[in-house]
């Protein structure tokens, strides 16, 4: 059972557009969304995350953007640039849940 | 480096075989993790650690085990070994005795091709 879902797998973006990468979940006990970054040959990194408290957090090019209502989240990297192209994973945890992954978007940012 | 040590970070091995793949969490971290990833399965949670007992079991095959040793590294053994275990797996720390860690630390991962 995948209790988080993520689209798109797979994005080509040009230099200078926005990615965005959509997320959503059903458990309603998931009460932390982190974003990780992974790079080829190099294991997963937290990027950013957030609290359901909030509907964006920004960071940077990145920000999360995310609907309570709708368990959904997304994020959404702004100015994008080559260096950008790894994939993408946002996960779900919080009270007694495991950490649950998105199957990942690898993201390819061209100039 | 993100303070977690992963060893060795290539195996190549035949089928049938056994391997052992050796992690060391970051300075601090008392629970480990092991992941597998596919290309079309993300990242799958087999095991968690925690200061050296089982604290959560996932997607873990029977002819997969793990520990934790008292210097809290630790290490996943993979036996009987099948080309569909061929996958990158990954370690990850976290000083959480759960398994809702508010932030994983992974390794670099250790990249096996069964054949």
């Known amino acids: 059972q995948q209790q988080v879902k993520q689209s798109p797998q797979s994005l080509i973006v040009q230099k200078g557009g926005i990615s965005i990468i959509n997320c959503a979940y059903e458990?309603?006990?998931?009460?932390?969304f982190p974003w990780y970054q992974q790079f080829p040959g190099k294991g997963p990194a937290l990027l950013i995350a957030?609290?359901?408290?909030?509907s964006e957090k920004k960071e940077g090019r990145f920000t999360i953007s995310f609907n309570k209502s709708a368990k959904q989240f997304s994020l959404h990297i702004m100015d994008s640039q080559p260096g950008d192209s790894a994939t993408y994973f946002c996960?779900?945890?919080?009270?007694?849940?495991?950490?649950?992954f998105g199957i990942g978007t690898k993201l390819q940012v061209i100039p | 480096d993100s303070g977690v040590t992963q060893t060795p970070k290539h195996l190549i091995t035949a089928t049938g075989q056994r391997v052992t793949l050796r992690c060391s969490p970051r300075?601090?971290?008392?629970?480990v993790y092991w992941y597998q990833q596919s290309l079309d399965q993300g990242l799958q949670f087999l095991i968690q650690?925690?200061?050296?007992?089982?604290?959560a079991k996932g997607n873990i095959l029977e002819r997969f085990s793990a520990q934790q040793f008292p210097d809290l590294h630790s290490e996943l053994n993979l036996s009987s070994l099948e080309l569909g275990d061929s996958a990158l797996y990954f370690c990850?720390?976290?000083?959480?005795?759960?398994?809702?860690?508010?932030?994983?630390?992974f390794g670099s991962g250790t990249r096996l091709t069964v054949v």
């Open positions: 990850a720390s976290s000083d959480a005795s759960g398994q809702n860690s508010y932030g994983y630390t």
């Open positions: 458990n309603t006990a998931f009460d932390y």
């Open positions: 957030i609290r359901p408290d909030v």
């Open positions: 996960a779900a945890t919080g009270g007694y849940q495991k950490v649950t």
């Open positions: 300075s601090g971290d008392l629970s």
């Open positions: 650690y925690y200061n050296g007992e089982e604290r």
